[in-house]
């Protein structure tokens, strides 16, 4: 137990350090970071899906696609004004590939093709979006990304150090027997003291109001325990305790970015919200 306990630490701070180091990446190093994780994140998915009775999609090519669509995000928000063609260019060779997808079922004879599809191109929503999502934030400022990760961070530390304490009223057994009530609210409690940091540590650049920090760590906390619930969702209906194995000690890579792949979409419509002034 002890060495496990080492392990999963170590391998949680090889881990944090690297998230940390790439935020702080020029753009470029930042996205290629980005694209491992999503060309990553989509293998583990593709091959968690094999477990779905008479599903069997055609992986290398899902997974092409679904990083085309985040190399078109990518281009959209990090090169310069010259890049529309490219981006247009990328954006076309999405579709064709979508299109592709559709003809490989027509040859493969597989037993459910509308399922391969479809887990196909969920795999491009699940993974390959929500990641693009956390490109376009870092766009608007590293401090958003940084505190995106910090904040889901501590409030899965504040969840589990109130449930391990003090945890006793079943939040959603059905999904997650170990989550409670307690754990939630204390989750919650961390995650809005981080948002009250970095209005501090912010408070010279005037990135955001304390209310609008409040609300962004509120955002991300709601959201990212969603988002674990949703993972749970998926790893109990195909009766898999982890979505891989990627980091020692921890699982899959999925496992890792559970709440960040739901609250990343609602997180960046808040910012834009937020600059727009409405």
Known sequence: MIKNLILRTVSGAVFISVMIAAIWFPPYLFGAVFLLITVLGLREFYVLSDAIEGVKTSKIFSIISGTILFLCFFSTNFLNTQSEVLVNLLLG?????????????????????????????????????????????????????????????????????????????????????????????????????????????????????????????????????????????????????????????????LDRFDSAIIAAPVAFVFLILCSLHF
């Open 93 to 253: 060779l999405y579709v064709l590939s979508v299109t592709t997808l559709f003809l490989i079922e027509l040859f493969r004879n597989q037993k459910n093709p509308i399922q391969n599809i479809a887990i196909s191109l969920m795999g491009h929503i699940y993974v390959t979006l929500p990641f693009a999502f956390i490109c376009l934030m870092e766009s608007s400022h590293k401090i958003f990304v940084l505190a995106f990760f910090l904040i889901i961070w501590a409030s899965d530390t504040g969840a589990y150090l109130t449930g391990i304490c003090i945890g006793k009223h079943k939040m959603f057994e059905r999904i997650s027997p170990k989550k409670t009530w307690e754990g939630f609210f204390g989750g919650m409690i961390f995650a809005l003291i981080t948002g009250f940091i970095f209005n501090y540590l912010t408070e010279n650049n005037r990135l955001f109001e304390l209310w609008q920090w409040l609300i962004f760590a509120l955002i991300i906390f709601i959201f990212g325990t969603l988002g674990d619930l949703v993972e749970s969702m998926f790893k109990r209906s195909l009766n898999v305790k982890d979505s891989g194995s990627f980091l020692p000690g921890h699982g899959g890579l």
